[in-house]
């Protein structure tokens, strides 16, 4: 039984001894364990202190208790001065409320994840952050506290800014440009219009957008559009052309569209067009040539003696053909009569001695010998660069005709008169409703007694019988003349016998007998029909409607009612007066004096050759009128005076005045005109007018000139386009009226022109009017809106495709050199920590260009690059001639070598940071413009923004990364010493002696598992 109990106890011994060192082992293990959660810790907490995000650690009552180095140095605050404090005091005053009901939700449980806020620095900064809050329990659940991570996203903010900014005004360029644009597709399917296109076509956007250009269009101009889109789509640099566009209302538009494509990857993705609306233009253009073509007047130009310019209207008239016109004397067509005063005033007008503007009545020979008359309207001009005559005519020959008849009708009518001497009444329905001056001298009564009287008063009552019996028989018989005497009772009670000659005529609408009264009595029968003569001539001579004197010698000795009305004085003092002094100016409008060209005119009348002129008077008043002047020859008892017939042709005058005007202005016109004109044959300019000067730097005598060649303002380029023009031209084929091309001028500066030809040759002749408008402006304008559009697409291209700010910069300066047509080009990178700028892209350098200057450079106020004072000074900074640049004279050779010239550098900055430079060098061939200064400022912006955009998302993967390298090492450092200790647990547990304690220890560490868990796989702090 000992030895049984003594072996017992042995066994229970080295049990017992088993049984200590395991329970060593698993002390020791334990506090390996131990060891290994603080060495978890410190690796935790260094991972808390280094993260980049903001990383706080608050109470239930919103203290914060602990704070990471990346939020203290945003914030600019020591740990000391945030640890205690409200958590919402870090936030902006307007983002505090926000703050403080989030918090409130995570109180209660709720998670927080990406909530965006504004915290504010101590020195007043705005930063916007996205909030994540993970809370920290004890092993009952209560909160202890939150861990809360803010991310800044303060940068990715303001390049979303930026970008919408750029963008804001590309769409601001696009939708306010005066002229219409709008894209469209492969197909012609318009995919963007800008405000001006939906203005022309009076319809919303949604209207037009989506829908094919040709639903716009007329439908003449389809198979134009058809063939433009097929050549636009081979990639084929097409001409600006001409469509007629259809409004909503009906309203026809004649729009010119400029085209350009838009490629992606080198291939043509869509187009997009520029149209402009010149409606108005073409509009005058058709007025003015159907004005040239239907003008009733002859327009002719001499020049040497000959014509050298006749329009339409002038072959008309004349009958002679153009090339029969322009071989012929300018005086030829004139009746010889008028042909020395035509050929001294042409002489005069061809030296270019100043003559007035003048207006003649000559006439002139047709091409089939008939004269005719013509109303001539003469004025110096310059054509060809040499004084010329310009000559304007109708044919009045028809108004002259019925003058001539109307003269020679009122010369009979006024020899019958003077001639007559009996009394004439017309009597109807028994009322004398007229009477001559002799029925009033044959019946005593004055006429206002007689004109109204029934006819009886005037004869007794058998007698009136009598002629109411002539006046039935004349009236039935239809009997003209109808003779028979009568007696006549005075006033006075006397009879007068009288010679009746009735007749029936209509007067008034209705029927009346014509008396003529021939008095018979024997005793006044000479006296009463010289009485009845003077009556009845004094009666013409006093209704006349033009003046009418009678003139002794050079005297006045009588005149008519309207000679006193005409000169606004009475008969009286008309009478004794010569028509030179008182009643005509000094001089005639041809400078002669008044009285020596009157005296001249009445010598040759008195030795009876009929005179007809034109002469200036003068009324009393001292204003002066024209006139047309008839003075004839006249003999009265055996002596010789002189009939004057003057008639007013100040309204005539009037009317030739305003034709004259009217030529003048026509003149004018042209030569005032804004666009240059011109007139060309196949031997070169006839004419060019002052802005064709202007534009072309050549004087008219210099292009006019025989030696002048047309091609030598072609810019050489387009010269093929002229040729072929010109063949198409000769072939008959039809040709667009307007197109563009580049001239040279004199200076050897180039201008853009539009032009519209207009033929005004015959058959094949070559003779073309055209109008030249500058468009150089306008051709810049779109160039820029063109390279604007594009480097728009690059640069937003670039950005989103660019992983790297050295791919992004490569891209876009590849893409700026082929555009911009720029030499040289390159961007520094601005390096803020060690104050440098190192390059990161650049293009068209040669090695040993590249080796010397692009390098980096320290950013002090003692350099002598441009880069680094354009970083310093934060503005554009441009060199017109490096080579003559003294801060740069060590590079001068360099400079020479390549031709190098200017250099225009601009800093890149977005959101007032700064990220670099941007330059362009170029050479004396290739000079910037100011349009290209414009655009490179615009680019350098969205450089900036892309760059600034990289570096976002560069921080942000280097962020991503450094979390995930953090889950990796937490995983690590973690799980596998967690492993270990609850291996040991596991075995201790076995024993039973530590169980309580080792219990409490598994679970401490099961807690710890689901924290590191939840970090690991779901960035998430809790259990």
Known sequence: MRREIEKSMEELKKENEKLRKKIEENRLALLNIIEDLRESEKRFRKFFENAPDYFYMVSPDGKIIDVNKSALKVLGYKKEELIGKPVFTIYAPEYQKKAKRIFQRWKKGEKIKNAELKIKTKSGEERIVLLSVDTVRDENG??????????????????????????????????????????????????????????????????????????????????????????????????????????????????????????????????????????????????????????????????????????????????????????????????????????????????????????????????????????????????????????????????????????????????????????????????????????????????????????????????????????????????????????????????????????????????????????????????????????????????????????????????????????????KELIGKTPYEEFSPPKQPDGMDSKEKALENIRKALQGRRQFFEWRHRRLDGTTFDAEVSLNRIVVGGKSYLMAIVRDVTERKKMEEMLRESEERFRSLVESAPDAIYIITADGFEYVNPAFEKLTGYTNEEVTSPDFSFWKLIHEDDIPLIVEREKAREAGKPLPPMYSFRIVRKDGKIRWVEVTTVSIGKKREVRVVGILRDVTERKKAEEEINKLSRLHYVIGKSINESTTIRQLCRKLLKNIKEIMNVDYINVFLYDKENKKLNPIAFYGYSKDFKRKTMKSYKVDENQPWEAVKAVIERKARYVKDVKKHEPLSFNFDLYKKYDVKELYTLPLITKNEMYGVLQVMNTSNNPLKEEDKRLLKAIAGGIAAGIAKIKAEEEMMRALEEERKFKADTAHYFFNPLAIAKGYLEMAKEDGETMEKIEKALKAIERIEKVVRNIVTKGEIHE
């Open 142 to 571: 209560k909160i202890i506290h939150s861990i809360s991570i803010q991310r800044d996203i303060t940068e990715i903010r303001k390049i979303e800014e930026a970008l919408k900014e750029r963008e804001a005004r590309y769409e601001l360029i696009f939708n306010e440009n005066p002229d219409g644009i709008f894209i469209f597709d492969r197909e012609g399917n318009i995919l963007d219009v800008n405000k001006t296109v939906c203005e022309l076509l009076k319809r919303k956007k949604e209207e037009i957008i989506g829908r094919n250009i040709k639903k716009f269009i007329s439908r003449k101009y389809y198979n134009q559009f058809k063939k433009r889109m097929e050549l636009l789509r081979k990639g084929k640099e097409l001409k600006p052309a001409r469509y007629e566009v259809i409004d909503s209302e009906g309203g026809k538009h004649v729009i010119e569209i400029s085209t350009a494509p838009i490629e992606e990857k080198g291939e043509i993705v869509a187009f997009q067009g520029i149209a402009r609306d010149i409606t108005v233009k073409t509009e005058i253009e058709e007025f003015l040539k159907a004005l040239a073509d239907t003008t009733l007047a002859g327009m002719l130009v001499y020049q040497n003696d000959y014509f050298v310019y006749v329009n339409k209207a002038a072959e008309k008239i004349t009958g002679y053909s153009e090339e029969e016109l322009l071989n012929m004397h300018h005086w030829e067509l004139i009746h010889e009569d008028y042909q020395k005063l035509v050929k001294e005033i042409g002489k005069k007008r061809q030296e270019g001695k100043k003559i007035k503007p003048r207006i003649y009545e000559m006439p002139f020979y047709t091409k089939e010998g008939q004269i005719k008359w013509g109303i001539f309207s003469t004025t110096n001009i310059t054509f060809r660069g040499r004084p010329a005559g310009l000559v304007t005519f109708m044919d009045i020959t028809e108004r002259k005709e019925m003058e001539e008849m109307l003269r020679e009708s009122e010369e009979k009518y006024r020899m019958v008169v003077e001639t007559a001497n009996d009394a004439i009444a017309i009597v109807q329905k028994d009322i004398v409703k007229y009477a001559n001056k002799q029925a009033e001298k044959l019946t005593g009564y004055s006429l206002k007694e007689i004109i109204g009287a029934n006819f009886r008063k005037f004869v007794s009552k058998e007698e009136a019988k009598r002629l109411q019996a002539m006046y039935r028989e004349a009236l039935k018989k239809k009997i003209t003349g109808l003779g028979g005497e009568t007696v006549i009772i005075r006033k006075d009670g006397k009879k007068r016998y009288v010679d009746v000659s009735l007749s029936i005529i209509s007067y008034h609408g209705g029927k009346a007998a014509i008396v003529i009264m021939h008095d018979i009595t024997e005793r006044k029968e000479m006296e009463e029909a010289l009485r009845e003569s003077e009556t009845h001539y004094r009666t013409l001579f006093e209704a006349a409607n033009d003046a009418i004197f009678i003139m002794d010698g050079d005297k006045f000795i009588d005149c008519n009612n309207m000679a006193a009305k005409m000169f606004g004085c009475s008969k």
